[in-house]
């Protein structure tokens, strides 16, 4: 069941992804693109992040689309997790915030890093729920890659090693000054390490080769009625392909 305020599916908010996808395919830049359509269909301030973190150019929802794999896939493998983008997205999930099927077949929520600011348990939580999932995943090795500057970033990070591994998990936390930019250097093997990566940032899932949907997939295994997939029916090509 969605949450109360969620954004309702309706022909105006269809068509105004409809237009914000038109621009971009054509080349647009994202931010005026986005500002015309918002001022056109007079969107809310909730409404123009769902455009802004949903919708994305034909080109590059491809790309997701060719790189993502299934759970099946997670075993046996390195498994490079961005622990603030998984973790936020499932706090969101735990306090009953909107969530939406992207255009890429991603998860998201809409109010990103604001939801892990002084939620120390509900962060421990999420590794929790990341760690039961993973049980079932097995991959061979996790890396959690975490940013330096985030609120708790030491404590949390310490907490979640310390959770993987009386699991049995081999399990690696990096502190790291530009997390996103850690996360592609791994994933590529740049660092003699090549692994499936676990984030919602399209930053980095436009370049990694190989894409897991961590906290969308806990999510739908737990309540898959909370998420709207009303932008990724109408929007998705994978319904092309």
Same mark, same amino acid.
């Given at each position: 069941?969605?949450?109360?305020?969620?954004?309702?599916?309706?022909?105006?908010?269809?068509?105004? !992804?409809?237009?914000?996808?038109?621009?971009?395919?054509?080349?647009?830049? !994202?931010?005026? $693109?986005?500002?015309?359509?918002?001022?056109?269909?007079?969107?809310?301030?909730?409404?123009?992040?769902?455009?802004?973190?949903?919708?994305?150019?034909?080109?590059?929802?491809?790309?997701?689309?060719?790189?993502?794999? $299934?759970?099946?896939?997670? $075993?046996?493998?390195?498994?490079?997790?961005?622990?603030?983008?998984?973790?936020?997205?499932?706090?969101?999930?735990?306090?009953?915030?909107?969530?939406?099927?992207?255009?890429?077949?991603?998860?998201?929520?809409?109010?990103?890093?604001?939801?892990?600011?002084?939620?120390?348990?509900?962060?421990?939580?999420?590794?929790?729920?990341?760690?039961?999932?993973?049980?079932?995943?097995?991959?061979?090795?996790?890396?959690?890659?975490?940013?330096?500057?985030?609120?708790?970033?030491?404590?949390?990070?310490?907490?979640?090693?310390?959770?993987?591994?009386?699991?049995?998990?081999?399990?690696?936390?990096?502190?790291?000054?530009?997390?996103?930019?850690?996360?592609?250097?791994?994933?590529?093997?740049?660092?003699?390490?090549?692994?499936?990566?676990?984030?919602?940032?399209?930053?980095?899932?436009?370049?990694?080769?190989?894409?897991?949907?961590?906290?969308?997939?806990?999510?739908?295994?737990?309540?898959?009625?909370?998420?709207?997939?009303?932008?990724?029916?109408?929007?998705?090509?994978?319904?092309?392909?």
């Amino acid at each position: 069941m969605l949450s109360r305020g969620c954004i309702e599916s309706n022909f105006r908010t269809v068509e105004a !992804a409809k237009d914000y996808k038109y621009l971009l395919n054509r080349g647009y830049p !994202a931010s005026s $693109s986005l500002n015309i359509v918002v001022t056109r269909y007079r969107m809310s301030r909730v409404e123009r992040s769902l455009l802004l973190r949903c919708v994305h150019r034909d080109e590059y929802v491809a790309k997701v689309l060719r790189s993502a794999v $299934s759970r099946e896939a997670i $075993s046996g493998s390195n498994l490079l997790i961005d622990l603030l983008n998984v973790s936020t997205t499932l706090i969101a999930f735990l306090e009953g915030e909107c969530l939406y099927k992207c255009d890429d077949g991603i998860i998201r929520d809409l109010g990103g890093s604001r939801y892990w600011r002084g939620r120390r348990e509900r962060a421990l939580e999420t590794i929790n729920l990341i760690r039961d999932h993973l049980i079932a995943v097995k991959p061979v090795n996790i890396y959690l890659v975490l940013d330096r500057l985030a609120p708790m970033s030491g404590e949390i990070l310490k907490n979640a090693e310390k959770i993987f591994r009386e699991s049995g998990f081999n399990v690696e936390g990096i502190l790291a000054d530009r997390a996103d930019k850690k996360i592609i250097e791994l994933s590529r093997g740049l660092e003699g390490l090549i692994g499936v990566v676990a984030t919602s940032d399209s930053l980095i899932l436009e370049k990694a080769d190989q894409i897991y949907d961590l906290a969308g997939e806990i999510i739908t295994s737990i309540d898959p009625g909370r998420v709207d997939r009303s932008i990724y029916a109408e929007l998705s090509i994978k319904h092309q392909l």
